[in-house]
């Protein structure tokens, strides 16, 4: 079992920058793809970035390439999503999620979820 546990997100403004983290606990981080995904209100959960076990290798959702940076520190156990200039569409319920083996844009191959964080961006 892994367990992860995302930092509390928040409220900012269109333009701000957040960096979100996900600290993981249970099993040996670096064994593990990670991913960050999002879920809006009356929308489905979408991809929003992806990093290898590695972290050599990262993959993102078009809607947020230049603006969010994922990365991770595995001596930490920790992923982190970086999100600049924020936009009101980015409003939405960020989770974090795990996968043994190959990173993977496809939710439904994450083992491994966090509890999702709140980030609303006013206009």
């Known amino acids: 079992q892994v367990q992860l546990v995302e930092s509390e997100g928040g409220l900012v403004q269109a333009g701000d920058s957040l960096r979100l983290s996900c600290a993981a606990s249970?099993?040996?981080?670096?064994?593990?793809?990670m991913g960050w995904f999002r879920q809006a209100p009356g929308k489905e959960r979408e991809f929003v970035a992806t990093?290898?076990?590695?972290?050599?290798?990262?993959q993102y959702a078009d809607s947020v390439v230049g603006r969010f940076t994922i990365s991770r520190d595995n001596t930490k156990n920790t992923a982190y999503l970086q999100m600049n200039n924020l936009k009101p569409e980015d409003t939405a319920v960020y989770s974090c999620?795990?996968?043994?083996?190959?990173?993977?844009?496809?939710?439904?191959?994450?083992?491994?979820w966090g509890q999702g964080t709140q980030v609303t961006v006013s206009s």
């Open positions: 999620a795990a996968k043994g083996g190959d990173y993977d844009r496809r939710d439904k191959k994450y083992d491994y």
């Open positions: 249970g099993r040996t981080f670096s064994n593990y793809a």
């Open positions: 990093i290898s076990r590695g972290g050599g290798q990262t």
